[in-house]
């Protein structure tokens, strides 16, 4: 630790809802904003959607939009909308986020005086919201349960990796920080757990790197990625279960580096979910890398046998059941025509899209496989994503909602409220910050699932999203540990994991 620095006393976050090594929030309602991407601009919204966002069906997102929840520059949002340059877009979700670790967010150290924190994430909880993830981010975890109003995040760890983090909490010490990164003048240090009997030698990986799909954050090895350079040392190897502990020096810092780097040399991370899985890359897990020869073909997804449907809720084409009595759900001719070219999604062009490169025929099929995968480990949720068919329009409950500042007082992004017209009687009401409706939000209760008699599908009985199990708690980490970092403000380290040491009995169960 730095010297003159004392740690803080132990904080504790607040008692949360744990099961079985699980973190889990109860489901709420969210309202957020957003300025247009680039990669946005020209698009239907409906694409949009249904391109960045995977977790629910296609025809979901389509019934979301005519219930009204999206609004662009406070109008509501129809699915064939058009997004422009400038354009703010104003979205209400009732989210489901992903259970995390029970295991704490650790304050190794505060240093009052030079005003920033070093800290031990858990493996499963992203450094900042994306996705699905909101209150279970590292931002969010620091804000609400240890009361640091505003952090900077310099830089960052993958989900599932754990380890040390440096957090400035001011702006000048953040630049100067950033600065040190950017120079290469950091050191970091590493430890992983890899497959196989690694060289006992000491071993460099210079491959480039490239980032091929944004949804499921496939990084491979690329003549057209970024320079990238990983010094590797075996510390031991366990001969009982096949794997070797790694110290890793990542000389510079692209993303999934570690990870992919170890694959390409044949010894990848040993419980990496993604390149780490014979189904997704087959018997020689991707040493070597993959095929960079472009290729336009692509398929149509498909579910599994059990459930294939001519009424599928992945396909906008075909029209509902004669049994529906949703009026939202019935597509007028004009809609019919418009229709004619299916979307992206629909097609399986969706994949490549946000690629830098053309996609090889096998880097395609590596990220259907991924897809498939991820469908089946939720139980193929989209795919059952049905029940909202006999629902009247999708209702956000319990948001308190205010009308939105002009728009030259807009912040970029972050949490908003949507523009709704408030009854008479509240005319004279004060109206709420953004700040005291969101905390509102933290205190409302779900209501419990319910079950389809139809299909007997247990489903939320909010927003009709089909419920799946709970990850396994083993698959929420990976043997990857920042484990000490070397900065002008002194050297920092965090404890070996249990998972490195030499004898640690790995239960594969």
């Known amino acids: 630790m730095s010297d003159g620095a004392v740690p803080d006393e132990p904080r504790s976050p607040p008692s949360s809802q744990k099961d079985a090594g699980l973190k889990k929030l109860t489901p709420y309602w969210y309202p957020y904003t957003t300025m247009a991407k680039e990669r946005w601009l020209g698009r239907e919204i409906l694409e949009i959607v249904s391109t960045e966002f995977r977790d629910r ?4 997102y389509r019934y979301a939009l005519e219930s009204g929840v ?54 499963s909880i992203p ?10 981010s590292l931002v969010e975890i620091l804000r609400n349960e240890f009361g640091f109003p505003k952090i900077y995040t310099i830089n960052r760890l993958d989900r599932l990796t754990s380890g040390l983090m440096i957090v400035p909490l001011n702006a000048d010490l953040a630049r100067s920080l950033s600065g040190e990164f950017v120079n290469g003048l950091i050191r970091k240090e590493y430890i992983a757990r890899c497959k196989g009997e690694f060289p006992a030698e000491e071993t460099i990986c210079e491959e480039p790197l490239l980032t091929v799909d944004r949804q499921m954050g496939l990084n491979i090895v690329h003549p057209e990625g970024k320079p990238a350079k990983t010094i590797f040392n075996r510390l031991h190897y366990d001969s009982t279960t096949n794997t070797s502990v790694l110290h890793c020096r990542p000389m510079t810092g692209r993303s999934h580096q570690i990870r992919v780097h170890l694959q390409y040399l044949g010894h990848p991370i040993a419980n990496d979910p993604v390149y780490s899985e014979e189904r997704i890359w087959g018997v020689n897990l991707g040493k070597g890398g993959v095929d960079v020869i472009p290729c336009e073909h692509r398929a149509a997804p498909a579910p599994p046998a059990h459930l294939l449907s001519d009424n599928s809720p992945e396909a906008l084409n075909l029209k509902p059941s004669d049994d529906t009595d949703s009026p939202l759900l019935l597509t007028s001719e004009e809609e019919s025509n418009a229709r004619a070219k299916l979307l992206p999604r629909e097609t399986g062009h969706d994949i490549g899209m946000g690629s830098p490169v053309p996609l090889s025929s096998e880097a395609v099929e590596i990220i ?12 193929w949720s989209r795919w059952r994503d049905v029940v909202f068919r006999a629902k009247a329009s999708l209702t956000p409950k319990d948001i308190p909602r205010a009308p939105l500042p002009p728009q030259n007082k807009r912040k970029k992004g972050g949490p908003s409220l949507p523009q709704t017209p408030l009854p008479e009687d509240m005319s004279m009401t004060p109206q709420l910050t953004q ?49 000490r970092y070397t900065t002008s403000l002194g050297c920092f380290e965090t404890d070996i994991p249990e998972w490195a040491a030499e004898g640690w009995k790995w239960d594969q169960a």
């Open 70 to 123: 999206t609004t662009i520059n406070g109008k509501v949002a129809k699915p064939n909308t058009v997004v422009r340059n400038g354009d703010r877009i104003e979205n209400v979700v009732h989210r489901h986020e992903p259970p995390v670790t029970s295991t704490p967010v650790k304050i190794v150290l505060h240093d009052k005086k030079r005003d920033f924190l070093v800290i031990d994430k858990p493996g």
């Open 368 to 379: 259907t496989k991924l897809r498939h995968m991820k469908d089946e480990d939720e139980d």
């Open 57 to 60: 069906s296609m025809e979901y």
């Open 435 to 483: 700040g005291e409706a969101l905390a509102r939000l933290s205190q409302m209760e779900a209501p419990s699932p319910a079950v389809d008699t139809a299909t007997g599908t247990l489903y939320c009985s909010e927003c009709y999203l089909p419920l799946h199990p709970d990850p396994k708690p083993e698959r929420l980490y990976i043997f990857l540990h920042a484990l």
């Open 127 to 136: 450094v900042h919201a994306s996705g699905r993830y909101y209150r279970h």
